[in-house]
């Protein structure tokens, strides 16, 4: 630090104790930053530590609220299925593969490609139904 007078000695020259109140008050500061800056660092390490603690808990209860859900779920989609079986008798089976085999297009009327990929794409219940037909009725099947 170079006095801004010169005078000999520097000691009890105006200049320089003005100089040297200006630095020591930028050190105060500085050190009043420092200090502020690593309470701050501490609250932001601690508040961290509460979400990840809270983030965990949260998912503990997220991934057990799931389960259950995913299980009463599929329990009763289970029934609903059980419930369209049970409903269904062996007449209409029957009725919907003949409704399906018997198919023919009206004579003036083109077919269009909607149409033959409706007939192309056949739903797995028509296909175990025809499989079911060609069981109970077919000897070599």
């Not at 299925?81 to 008798?89: G, I, S």
Request: glycine share 0%; aromatic share 8%.
């Amino acid at each position: 630090m170079v006095a801004a007078c010169s005078c000999e000695p520097p000691i009890g020259c105006p200049s320089a104790t003005l100089e040297y109140n200006k630095e020591s008050k930028h050190l105060k500061d500085m050190e009043r930053r420092y200090k502020l800056a690593k309470e701050c660092v501490e609250c932001a390490e601690i508040m961290h530590e509460r979400l990840e603690s809270r983030l965990q808990e949260k998912s503990i209860c997220y991934k057990s609220n799931c389960k259950f859900r995913n299980s009463k779920i599929r329990k009763r989609l289970f029934e609903d299925l059980n419930d369209y079986y049970n409903r269904l008798t062996p007449s209409d089976i029957e009725k919907n593969r003949k409704k399906y085999s018997k198919w023919m297009s009206k004579e003036k009327n083109p077919v269009m490609p909607d149409i033959i990929r409706d007939r192309l794409t056949v739903d797995e219940i028509m296909i175990e139904n025809i499989l079911y037909d060609l069981y109970l009725n077919d000897e070599n099947f």
